[in-house]
């Protein structure tokens, strides 16, 4: 299934998207949002519980939910406020090396304020005396069940309720040149549009075999496959949990492919005006204007 949110900041309706693609049904008389307790529920549902999820897109096809008409209305971020954005740095091996680095040994984690998630075509704020702001196409992780000291990377199954395409929009002098974690450089307001849809595992077969890309004002900066993850989706959830309790809700960005502007020998970083397009093999496509902070 995919989900949605659909709504003005802060009033965002709770929506699924039909099998044909284009019918949106209104979820409002099933879950308040897609928070962590309507996550737990689907996974509930895929696990023999939660009867009345485990039968939403068969009603939906009976026409058993209402429609939702959503033309000219905003899309939000798959899921309401996350608890926290938790990230994974240097995950791809053509990144690491355009960038000169060498392949981590161990994940590299970083966190984004949870605020920074917006809506997949929301507008992105350069910030003030910003010269080096950067796009980063990337699978993310919503979790669904609360994850702490997970036995196996197997056992990451158990928690994942879905993916979704994100930006892990970076100011790359915050980030790197200005000391102190990189924390500074990915939590500036607007640096994770997240979506358009939440969609269940079972829809993804396979996150080892997705493509990626961006382009900017039309020209395509990255072009990768999640194949090139160094560390996979399953050992990244894993790892997680042996440092910190992954909650429903939380968001995992996992790493770009190569193609950043940083890593380009012109340094095409991002500027007012400039329109950045990122999308992901099964997770859709985001949009999203820059404007200045």
Known sequence: MRFLRVGPPGAERPALLGSDGTTVYDLSGVTSDIDGRFLGRLLDARDGGDAELAGLAALAERGGLPRFETAGQRIGAPVARPPKVVCVGLNYRDHAAETGAELPAEPVLFMKASGTVVGPDDEVLIPRNSEKTDYEVELAI????????????????????????????????????????????????????????????????????????????????????????????????????????????????????????????????????????????????????????
């Open 142 to 293: 919503v979790v669904g069940r609360t994850a702490r000291y997970l036995d196996t990377p197997e056992d990451a199954d158990s928690v994942i309720a879905g993916y979704a395409l994100s930006n892990d929009v970076s100011e790359r002098e915050f980030q790197i040149e200005r000391g102190g974690t990189w924390d500074k450089g990915k939590s500036c307001e607007t640096f994770n549009p997240l979506g358009p849809w939440l969609v269940t595992p079972d829809e993804i077969p396979d996150p080892q075999r997705l493509g990626l890309r961006t382009l900017v004002n039309g020209e395509v900066r990255q072009q990768g496959s999640t194949a090139d993850m160094i560390f996979t989706v399953r050992h990244i959830v894993w790892y997680i949990s042996q440092f910190m309790v992954l909650e429903p809700g939380d968001v995992i960005n996992t790493g770009t492919p190569a193609g950043v502007a940083m890593g380009r020998p012109d340094k095409p970083y991002l500027r007012p005006g400039d329109t950045m397009e990122l999308s992901i093999d099964g997770l859709g496509t985001m949009r999203q204007p820059l404007g200045k902070a």
